[in-house]
């Protein structure tokens, strides 16, 4: 068996390592480490142009720089709070839902239905929620969100199968905002609060990193919560009639208790700490999507729709935002590939009837993207996120290969490492990318959009029985034509906006 806990510290030992490079105390006195005094770290405004922004500001006086330093940190530390409670709920659920399914009886047939649902939940419904929280509002859209998400929660106490493929149904939609709205309200106010645009790549870096260590304190916090008490109903054995004789407390629903809690604490910090944002009004880019915008208006057709129908528009005749579309659909479609197939594929090729660590490998999964996430914060000061880009897909397409090729656990488990860290790097670089390539006035509508090809892929892998081998093929192919993707996307953004020279 791999020495998954060796790995583990020689993992933690890099994410401690990277996390200091990435730090701006280290940027600020680099010149007294002579291994890292010939990193040069780019001006500020030639920062501004390495990730989209615009990169003729005049540098600003030290006293504004600190002042401004301060007041985005004042900024991020409320998005953070919001945002980091919003996906503690998800990853306090994700690792109880099957078993609480298989713990009220369920066949395993009747468990993949229930998980078929809620991919195809937030496939339908995803594509126009955005739109509906570009127009409505983002923060009422997060506020929401927790709503939609608890009610979910709730229905885990119920051991009726349609009160659960409700919740399921909930829970879709939900996983649709949680993957849009958040990325749209923390775009658009930088520039409501004034902070410049080049500390938005950052904003995506701090997040993720966070994200990955909420990861492994909910895992944490979820295996002790389940294992309270006894999963019982509620009064005793043969207790209640009628709906109440379906009424579970405890054990596997716990965790969704406490998901219930941190939705709850999301929505009343969003309510006080964030200010309301929209979409803008229509953009040049809009507008030449559709002309002069009259078709919008068409008579008897619901606002939804339309908001749908414009967002699909403008994806199909920008290239740029096409290609951001299948770049982001197709990696994160094999992110939820690897999710399904990475513990069947370490117990084939685990000699021996052995236990694996689960935690300690979910652990060193959570630490990789860590690296990742620091990582991106190092190289951003010197390249553009599209070329950083192209690095991630080409070593995600080689891992999956490798994986798919291998009969060693410990090279597999490597290269599932290497992967998470290009994980850890994919979120702030596509965040950036997308920052900038697409509308701001539609920007949760096609966010959302971009999740309706993911999930297809999510159902296909579903609903067809894959090999782990065949999965991970699929994800190489996946993976390449992503690189060759990103080549095209590079070469046109950077011909579009090319970098200063010094």
């Not at 590939?337 to 060193?364: C, R």
Request: proline letters at 3%; hydrophobic letters at 45%.
């Amino acid at each position: 068996m791999a020495a998954y806990l060796e790995i583990f510290y020689i993992a933690l030992t890099l994410n401690v390592i990277s996390t200091l490079l990435s730090t701006e105390f280290f940027k600020k006195y680099r010149t007294y480490f002579p291994c890292f005094s010939s990193y040069s770290v780019v001006p500020q405004s030639e920062a501004a142009s390495l990730t989209g922004t615009n990169g003729d500001e005049e540098t600003l006086p030290m006293s504004r720089q600190v002042t401004d330093n301060a007041k985005y940190k004042s900024f991020l530390t409320k998005y953070l709070c919001v945002y980091l409670l919003a996906v503690m709920s998800d990853w306090l659920q994700g690792p109880y839902v099957y078993a609480l399914y298989d713990a009220y009886g369920f066949s395993q047939h009747d468990i993949a239905v229930l998980f078929v649902a809620g991919f195809g939940s937030s496939m339908a419904f995803g594509s126009f929620v955005g739109g509906m929280a570009d127009k409505g509002g983002r923060k009422r859209y997060v506020i929401i969100f927790t709503i939609v998400y608890g009610l979910g929660c709730l229905t885990k106490h119920f051991n009726s199968y349609w009160i659960l493929m409700i919740g399921r149904l909930l829970g879709g939609v939900a996983t649709s905002l949680l993957f849009s709205i958040f990325d749209s309200w923390l775009i658009k106010a930088h520039s409501v609060e004034g902070i410049d645009k080049s500390f938005i790549s950052k904003s995506f870096s701090a997040a993720a990193y966070g994200n990955s260590i909420v990861a492994i304190v909910s895992g944490l916090i979820a295996n002790k919560v389940a294992s309270m008490n006894e999963m019982a109903k509620f009064g005793g054995e043969g207790e209640g009639s009628g709906i109440t004789s379906t009424l579970y407390k405890g054990g596997f629903v716990n965790p969704f208790d406490f998901s219930f809690f941190t939705l709850t604490l999301c929505g009343i910090l969003a309510s006080l700490l964030w200010k309301e944002n929209y979409g803008d009004l229509d953009t040049a880019l809009d507008k030449s999507a559709h002309g002069n915008g009259s078709s919008d208006e068409s008579n008897g057709t619901p606002e939804f729709v339309r908001t749908m129908q414009k967002a699909y528009r403008t994806t199909m005749q920008n290239k740029d935002i096409l290609t951001c579309g299948m770049i982001s659909s197709m990696f994160e479609g094999s992110m939820y590939v690897f999710v399904f197939m990475w513990t069947p594929t370490l117990k084939n090729l685990t000699e021996g009837d052995v236990e694996l660590p689960f935690g300690l490998i979910f652990s060193t999964f959570m630490v990789s993207c860590m690296i990742g996430s620091s990582l991106f914060s190092i190289l951003i000061d010197n390249h553009r996120p599209e070329h950083i880009a192209v690095f991630v897909f080409a070593t995600s397409a080689l891992c999956m290969g490798v994986i798919n090729m291998t009969n060693s656990d410990t090279i597999a488990f490597v290269s599932m490492l290497i992967f998470e860290l290009c994980v850890g790097m994919y979120f702030p670089i596509m965040g950036t990318l997308k920052s900038n390539i697409v509308p701001e006035s539609q920007r949760s509508a096609i966010y959302n959009l971009y999740r309706v090809p993911l999930n297809f892929i999510v159902l296909v892998c579903l609903l067809t029985d894959l090999t782990p081998k065949q999965a991970f093929f699929g994800n190489t192919l996946m993976l390449g034509c992503n690189t060759a993707l990103q080549l095209k996307l590079a070469k046109n953004r950077t011909s579009n906006s090319p970098t200063p020279t010094p």
